[in-house]
């Protein structure tokens, strides 16, 4: 099937395999920002991934880096492997997201949790950046087809 096609991509990801490495709590942390297009089969393939974590994930990951404020001041981020993994204790825009939610009703793939597209959707139409417009109407385009 397409959906098991894209999951052994997944497994062989050299991003995905240094996340797992880092072995967080795998149901208090969920992958954002562009990545669940990525494990969709939206994208081909991710520079980057943007984690958002709680509890003994955000615990465990405060372990392995050092914490900072982000960039626009709405909670901190632990960057590793050079800024390949980025790792959240809230999402912006701040007050928007309750991130127990977005974990809590991730889709798993791989044993790995990925915010629903839903989410991103909705993430990437409130950025609306001139990246973001493209990857509203890829994510618009995979709903048309698979629902």
């Known amino acids: 099937t397409i959906m098991s096609e894209i999951e052994a991509k997944l497994a062989k990801n050299p991003l995905i395999y240094k996340l797992l490495s880092l072995h967080l709590l795998p149901e208090d942390y969920a992958v954002f920002g562009s990545g669940p297009m990525f494990a969709h089969g939206i ?9 958002i974590a ?10 392995l880096g050092k914490t900072e404020e982000t960039k626009l001041k709405f909670g901190s ?33 791989e044993g790995i949790r990925f915010v629903k597209l839903e989410d991103v959707l909705r993430w990437k139409r409130m950025r609306n ?7 509203i109407k890829l994510i618009e385009n995979y709903f048309a087809n698979n629902l």
Do not use: C
Request: proline share 2%; aromatic share 8%.
């Open 77 to 109: 981020v632990i960057t590793l492997f050079g800024g390949e993994i980025e790792i959240y204790d809230s999402w912006v825009p701040a007050g928007k997201w309750d991130i127990n939610r977005l974990i809590g009703t991730s889709d798993v793939m």
């Open 54 to 63: 709680r509890g003994k994930a955000w615990e465990k990951a405060r372990q």
């Open 129 to 135: 950046s001139l990246k973001d417009i493209e990857h």
């Open 43 to 51: 994208k081909e393939s991710v520079r980057d991934l943007d984690v």
